[in-house]
């Protein structure tokens, strides 16, 4: 019996392999059949990857970073039984406003997606005079009406929790700027109604630890356990040949989540693949989505590799958090409020 918790529902279908018994490092390891999705994946899209899924009735659907051959990104719609065998739809979702009019952001990418209380949440990278976070919801995967963009330029990697804290939605989100921004701390930002956003709060920043230490931002939706938010996010580093790009875990408090609790100075997932080391982008891992399961506390990472593929990796809740714990380092910008 685990001792440690995760709040969260039953997802017994969930995609699932067994830890290999000769896994160095941390506890995460990839799925055997890797890249779950593969290149020219739909007529018209040459690359999938930087993709969130979720539970949806009796199986899954996903929010997909679709690269179109004129080489511009849409978020396409996936539907799949087992989490791993997907089906695209065929053209890129169709975004109207709240009067039902088309409204289509003119490019989109690496979008999350969350549920909080029965309506599914779509955030996303978007044009708005530069890069900035477009939101979007759904009760359906049929109808998409986007709300008001919560931030203003520029900023990236934006990511909802999955319930409301103290009333409040809050989202996780990394101001950048217009290109491949060479700096970024993660903060948090609250809502009443999300759509005034405020009460904004550093979360944390880069580190000393190398893996990490040119910029980072969030990944996954947090996952709520006894302990704290499970955060996946991604880490950054620059070398003599570009960007290395690697996944961290962190713990963040409960009820006041821009303190973190626990942060691990070694990454959980590095280049290492030729999927990951290979493609458009050389030595990217970029996670964006988990699967889990409360009662196993199995957890199911979707990743971005190479900013080609998606492929997935496993862990298991209490492995992950006690390796997090036995090697965190936090600082004091990460365990203060995050307010000056
Ligand atoms: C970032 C984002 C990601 C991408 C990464 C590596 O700036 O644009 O979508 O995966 O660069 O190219």
Redesign the pocket.
């Known amino acids: 019996m685990s001792r440690i918790k995760m709040v969260s529902p039953v997802v017994k279908n969930m995609p699932w392999q067994e830890k290999p018994k000769n896994l160095v490092g941390a506890p995460v390891w990839r799925y055997s059949d890797n890249p779950v999705i593969k290149r020219n994946p739909v007529e018209g899209v040459s690359r999938i990857?930087?993709s969130a899924v979720i539970p949806y009735k009796d199986g899954f659907v996903g929010v997909f970073?679709g690269e179109q051959t004129n080489g511009i990104p849409q978020i396409y719609l996936g539907k799949s039984r087992d989490a791993i065998n997907w089906e695209f739809q065929k053209e890129p979702i169709r975004f109207v406003n709240e009067k039902g009019e088309l409204f289509m952001p003119p490019y989109a990418?690496?979008p999350r997606v969350v549920e909080i209380e029965g309506i599914y949440y779509i955030m996303w990278?978007q044009d708005f005079y530069g890069p900035s976070i477009g939101l979007a919801k759904t009760t359906d995967f049929e109808n998409f009406v986007r709300l008001e963009n919560p931030f203003i330029p520029y900023n990236?990697n934006a990511v909802l929790f999955p319930r409301k804290i103290n009333q409040k939605y809050k989202m996780l989100s990394r101001p950048s700027d217009t290109g491949?921004?060479p700096f970024g701390d993660i903060f948090i930002s609250e809502s009443p109604d999300l759509v005034h956003w405020g009460r904004h709060r550093h979360v944390m920043g880069t580190s000393k630890y190398w893996w990490e230490q040119l910029k980072i931002g969030s990944g996954a939706a947090p996952i709520e356990t006894s302990e704290g938010w499970l955060l996946f996010y991604h880490g950054v580093c620059l070398t003599c040949s570009g960007?290395v790009?690697s996944m961290g875990g962190a713990i963040l408090d409960l009820e006041n989540p821009s303190i973190v609790k626990y942060r691990c100075r070694n990454f959980l997932l590095t280049p290492e693949e030729w999927y990951e080391e290979r493609g458009f982008?050389p030595n990217?891992c970029?996670p964006c989505a988990t699967i889990h399961d409360s009662e196993t506390g199995r957890i199911a990472i979707y990743y971005?590799a190479a900013?080609t593929y998606v492929a997935l990796a496993f862990t298991q809740l209490e492995d992950i958090v006690e390796y997090i714990k036995e090697h965190s380092s936090v600082t004091e910008s990460d365990t203060e409020i995050g307010i000056r």
Request: with cysteine; hydrophobic share 25%.
């Open positions: 990857f930087n970073r990418y690496d990278c990236r491949h921004t960007y790009y982008v990217v970029f971005g900013d």
